[in-house]
């Protein structure tokens, strides 16, 4: 696993958003006498999953430090809960803290500051969000914990679960127009996210950046259809020094070229997402398309994609889901011929491009059982296969191998 | 590992037939959509409802930010949302729950029954609620008539 060089203190996310927690401190005694309304909510999913495909192990997101050994009952994996505290004001003004717990990327379980924001509208058209957001570059995505939100015991793993941020501390502003058919929504917001991922031998790097973005949203009917595009400006990527420099040395172009692209420097990968929604009577159905592209190697340029069908049987709903991810860009040769002298800048070039690669697809059928008011039981299948070195679940360390694994879940979702 | 996954899948097919059965009931009052007379509304049209009870444009058509209210008790709220957008409260829930946790917006205020969301909407212009229609009385205006239709 490359190590990341801008480190930093553990607590770091804790301090950036703690300035918004001291911000709704101040403001809310001064508005104290004001119509503020307190509530406090909270969501979780407790969740297991079971495979027996011997050499894998199964993660839900590369934010995710655990992961289920074949032939042992994982507990960890789905399992999460969040705490929230609304203070809203007038309908026009809304502080939000919230605080979630899950398997993280250190395999641990301390609770994070996954919310912190104030959120400000005055006349209904035009709203401001500022604080800790959730990064919502593809539909849905800033509710991933959120179990009960979704039809699926998880979100698409190959979709979501290989995004490197959750959150960002900045802002984003939200216009909003009826239109003879419809409204129309844009959305541009912006700011600093550091977040850690852990690959699947349980190597933790901190990834700090800068993101951006916007998006457009379209809600007629049953239909809400999404076009956005993000970057995602990693300060500095992942260190192949020594490889790096090897590759500059021997003169060839093409592993001048190659040297370049795994010099570590800010990266930026740019997402463009198309994604649509339908959800009428009993039919509800999900789909997604996106493309990132990456300026360098150390993050993969893929396209994801996701069908999503689920059918009303009343508590019943039914689910097929279909999602993919798949890295458009092959291994690069370095020009170099294979003799002895480079067989190691030959071997390193490849395998550090192998490691980014992520080819994974899968095939989810589920039942989704809504019980009671409030509560639901979800079992749910997942074949899923995996082509090559994939960050998201492959750990059996054989990056041009294919292999396949059946997922079996449970999962209790619950919001108060 | 297989003989609880079967149980439960079992249990969850035969549960399937057991949630279309119900038992004859009167038929229900119709639901109407009420605001304050003073909110510059005299209809609206099903679209506007769906945007302002699903939080996607929260403005009347006069230009007021809406100020939208659910009955909690009873089966109003299910039998709302079934009939304007063809939800059940799962759905709904599910859909909130989305928007709530991840600080997007909030759903309509929540009150116990008809006759509190009446004197809400007669106290507020921009209050906009759902009542049975033999609750509406002189201090609001309905806007709106839903469709008798159960799930």
């Known amino acids: 696993m490359p190590t990341h060089p801008s480190a930093a203190s553990a607590p770091a996310r804790w301090i950036r958003g703690g300035w918004l927690l001291a911000l709704c401190a101040v403001l809310a005694p001064a508005a104290a006498a004001a119509e503020w309304r307190l509530h406090v909510g909270g969501f979780g999913t407790l969740g297991a999953l079971y495979h027996n495909d011997a050499g894998l192990e199964y993660r839900r997101a590369i934010t995710q430090g655990g992961s289920a050994a074949a032939g042992k009952l994982d507990v960890a994996t789905d399992t999460r809960a969040g705490v929230q505290l609304n203070a809203a004001w007038s309908h026009a003004l809304a502080l939000i803290a919230q605080v979630v717990t899950r398997d993280d990327a250190h395999h641990g ?5 996954s919310r912190a924001l104030v959120h400000y509208s005055s006349d209904g058209i035009l709203s401001v969000r500022a604080g800790r957001i959730g990064w919502e570059i593809l539909p849905h995505g800033d509710s991933r914990d959120v179990g009960y939100a979704q ?50 031998d349980g190597n933790v790097s901190r990834v700090d950046a800068k993101l951006w973005g916007a998006h457009l949203d379209y809600a007629h009917g049953p239909w809400v259809l999404r076009l956005g595009s993000g970057v995602f400006a990693l300060d500095q990527a992942a260190r192949f020094d020594e490889l790096v420099a090897g590759l500059r040395q021997t003169g060839e172009p093409r592993a001048q070229a190659l040297a370049e692209r795994l010099a570590s420097r800010e990266r930026k990968t740019v997402f463009v997402v198309l994604g649509g929604n339908y959800d009428d009577g009993r039919w509800q159905a999900r789909a997604l398309l996106a493309r990132a592209e990456h300026d360098g190697i150390s993050a993969p340029n893929t396209h994801r994609a996701l069908l999503t069908l689920g059918y009303d049987l009343g508590a019943l709903t039914p689910f097929v889901s279909l999602s993919a991810i798949d890295s458009f860009d ?44 409030r509560r639901a039981l979800k079992v749910q299948a997942d074949h899923v296969w995996l082509r090559g070195s994939t960050v998201a679940t492959d750990a059996r360390g054989t990056p041009d191998g294919s292999a396949e694994m059946t997922v079996l879940g449970i999962a209790l979702d619950f919001v108060f | 590992m297989h003989n609880p996954l079967t149980w439960l899948l079992t249990t969850l097919l035969l ?49 007021l930010v809406a100020f939208p209210i659910d009955i909690s008790g009873g089966d109003q709220r299910q039998r709302f949302y079934w009939q304007l957008v063809r939800k059940n409260l799962a759905e709904i829930d599910a859909y909130w729950a989305r928007l709530v946790f991840s600080g997007q917006t909030s759903p309509p205020l929540q009150v116990p029954d ?23 009385d002189a201090r609001v205006r309905i806007v709106m008539a839903l469709t008798q239709e159960t799930p």
């Open chain 2, 114 to 136: 008809d006759a509190t969301a009446v004197a809400l909407v007669a106290q507020n212009r921009a209050a906009i609620a759902y009542v049975a229609r033999s609750r509406v």
């Open chain 1, 109 to 113: 379980w301390q609770p994070q500051l």
């Open chain 1, 151 to 200: 039809l699926r015991i998880r979100p698409e793993t190959e979709v979501f679960g290989t995004i490197p941020a959750e959150t960002f501390d900045g802002a984003e502003a939200t216009l909003q127009w009826p239109l003879p058919l419809g409204v129309l929504g844009a959305r541009v917001y912006g700011g600093r996210t550091s977040d850690h991922l852990a690959d699947a």
């Open chain 2, 15 to 63: 549960a399937l037939p057991l949630t279309r059965l119900s038992a004859a009931e009167p038929a229900p009052e119709d639901l109407v959509i009420v605001v304050n007379p003073a909110s510059g509304v005299s209809a609206l049209a099903s679209a506007d409802a769906v945007n302002i009870f699903m939080g996607r444009y929260r403005r009347l058509p006069s230009g």
């Open chain 1, 330 to 373: 092959h291994v690069q040769g370095t020009g170099l011929p294979d003799t002895p002298e480079y067989t190691a800048l030959n071997a390193g070039a490849a395998a550090v491009q192998r490691a980014f690669q992520q080819d994974q697809s899968s095939l989810a059928l589920g039942l989704r059982w809504d019980f009671r008011p």
